[in-house]
């Protein structure tokens, strides 16, 4: 039919006749919850296709030897992958997320949707040290941000809608629906309001429906409560929270001074045979680092430590319970150091995973050496300390206590453990930020003035783009120019006080305002005996446009008293920022993200 328009644009217009906005959103993050779901089930089944494969009849009997080979073949695949099949650089996934939502206003590449379904598996099934919760957490953002493309959703809502896949996820991973909200709050910022709660509950409730659908109703973790909590054990949960702030400050150094060591070869193929050779040779060395950790992790809550530990060189001194710790103690050392080679050769995957292995780990190992020294006949339940400890790690290291707390809750229906996981994860949380003031997700956006917190005014001025609020309508003058041809040429055509200074390579090398030259520019006697290299004076501040953000340009606004500002790109003159301008556009982006 001639004219007739698009069906989605009939429905475009059909919704906002019909529709309410609010309810649209309420019915865009039921759809994000379940696309989250499927994308969480996609990811997990492929990894445990792949690894079944992995354990034929063919490994094992040689099963720890493969230990060296797949690690690499894994990395090595995926490499290749991204390089000619996505064909985009891809970066850890909640940290890419949150940098979206910083810099690109909510907004993710289409890639981003099937990126990690492709390669996470590869990664994680192969016996890469990591986790698959954040490649599902950026599978289900990139499915949310194309749909908020489609139906034409304002960065707000683009926001709350991403928050509303990273819920999804996480509450089909762990069939954890509470935990998975105040995940999507703590970790990205997400202001808890009655307009948000909603969507997030929806899209939570919607993905864990999914994972029963395809799950039933089995646990990641399953966990059975026989030693009660009492008053008499609070003193050890204070010293777990102290080991787990600690060791959660160990994961973050150790984190990024590997990967520094490693990405120090700019040839990805040198990164990866180096890499993934150094992972091989240290899984082989202990087996029980590969893939996520979760079978060693529900053997050391059934208390069945030794079995935990597999088969190693040290088996047979296994019957004294001190080489059990200590080999305990090189599991919480090493885990984190496997997890950051396996990122920097190439590998996709998320930390969250490792994380809830070394609490569970270090947890087990202090119930162990308390028990073990015969301190007045003291003893403490081993399960509970590595359930719990999983809880300080967490809220250690994601500067999220709330979410380790109800999660390692409801995963494992540890409810009568309230008490000492508040505890322990409140001392975890508090040792991690006095050290460290941003989570390990965060540490690296914040060195780049790109993250997003709950103070709404760091957070407003995080996302303002100041490309956008960039003047170049001035007239630009050379430093050998003479008064009479500035005058001429600039003043008398230009409608600012204010002109750049420029040499031949169009570098600013001063600027001059109508104030330096009001009393002498009608005296044509000096027309042609002054020039402007005479006249100009320096900026009172430089604003470079690669390395500033907002908050910056706004601190040097209010420590120069200034009331324009030249902006530098690449080391050439760009342009003025004019702090009216800067303030208008702080108060809109304050407006829009006070509606979220």
Not at 162 to 187: D, N, Q, R, T, Y
Not at 347 to 359: D, S
Not at 524 to 538: I, K, R
Request: hydrophobic share 50%; with cysteine; glycine share 8%.
């Amino acid at each position: 039919m001639p004219g007739k328009k698009p069906l989605l644009h009939r429905f475009h217009a059909w919704r906002y006749k019909h529709i309410s906005k609010t309810t649209f959103v309420y019915f865009l993050s039921v759809i994000t919850g379940l696309l989250a779901g499927l994308g969480a089930v996609l990811i997990k089944n492929i990894t445990h296709i792949i690894q079944n494969l992995l354990e034929g009849k063919l490994v094992e009997n040689y099963r720890y030897g493969f230990y060296f080979l797949f690690p690499i073949v894994g990395l090595a695949l995926t490499v290749l992958i991204v390089k000619f099949i996505i064909r985009n650089p891809l970066s850890h996934g909640v940290p890419m997320t949150l940098r979206a939502i910083a810099k690109r206003k909510g907004i993710l590449r289409n890639y981003q949707v099937y990126a990690s379904l492709i390669t996470a598996p590869l990664t994680v099934g192969f016996g890469g040290s990591v986790g698959l919760e954040s490649p599902t957490v950026v599978t289900g953002a990139g499915i949310s941000s194309y749909l908020s493309r489609i139906f034409h959703m304002d960065q707000a809502h683009r926001t709350l809608l991403l928050g509303c896949a990273a819920a999804g996820a996480m509450s089909c991973i762990f069939k954890a629906p509470i935990a998975a909200i105040i995940f999507a709050v703590e970790v990205f910022s997400l202001d808890l309001t009655l307009l948000s709660l909603m969507p997030l509950l929806l899209a939570s409730l919607s993905a864990i429906l999914t994972s029963y659908f395809f799950f039933g109703s089995d646990t990641i973790l399953p966990f059975e409560l026989k030693d009660a909590f009492t008053i008499a054990d609070f003193p050890y949960y204070m010293i777990l929270g102290l080991v787990a702030g600690f060791t959660s400050v160990y994961f973050s150094k150790a984190y990024f001074a590997t990967q520094k060591i490693y990405t120090r070869w700019d040839s990805a193929t040198i990164r990866l045979l180096v890499a993934g050779g150094s992972l091989g040779l240290l899984l082989f060395l202990i087996p029980p680092l590969y893939g996520e950790g979760f079978d060693t992790i529900n053997k050391l809550l059934d208390g069945h430590a030794v079995n935990a530990l597999g088969a190693t060189f040290f088996s047979e001194y296994l019957d004294n319970i001190w080489v059990v710790i200590a080999l305990l103690a090189g599991l919480v050392m090493f885990k984190v150091i496997a997890s950051a080679i396996t990122f920097a050769g190439g590998g996709i995957g998320g930390i969250f995973a490792p994380v809830l292995f070394m609490g569970s780990v270090m947890g087990n190992c202090i119930a162990k050496i308390i028990n073990n020294l015969g301190i007045n006949g003291v003893h403490i339940s081993e399960t509970n300390f590595t359930l719990v400890g999983m809880t300080g790690l967490l809220a250690g290291v994601l500067h999220a206590p709330l979410t380790a707390i109800f999660l390692i809750a409801e995963i494992t229906g540890g409810y009568g453990l309230f008490i000492p996981l508040m505890i322990t994860a409140a001392i975890a949380y508090g040792i991690n930020k006095y050290f460290l003031p941003h989570s390990v997700y965060g540490m690296e956006l914040a060195v780049k003035g790109e993250l997003i917190t709950h103070d709404k005014d760091q957070a407003v001025l995080t996302l303002l783009n100041v490309n956008h609020i960039i003047e170049s309508n001035f007239i630009r003058v050379r430093p050998d120019m003479t008064l009479g041809e500035m005058v001429q040429k600039a003043v008398a055509k230009s409608t600012r006080n204010l002109f750049p200074v420029v040499n031949k390579e169009d570098e600013l090398v001063g600027v001059i305002t109508l104030d330096d030259i009001r009393e002498i520019m009608f005296d044509s006697s000096l027309y042609d005996t002054t020039t402007v290299d005479s006249l100009m004076h320096a900026a009172p501040e430089y604003i470079y446009l690669e390395s500033d953000p907002a908050k910056v340009v706004m601190r040097k606004f209010q420590e120069s008293g200034a009331w324009n500002l030249p902006v530098i790109k690449d080391g050439k003159y760009h342009g003025f920022i004019s702090k009216s301008k800067l303030l208008t556009a702080y108060r809109r982006m304050l407006v829009s993200f006070s509606r979220k």
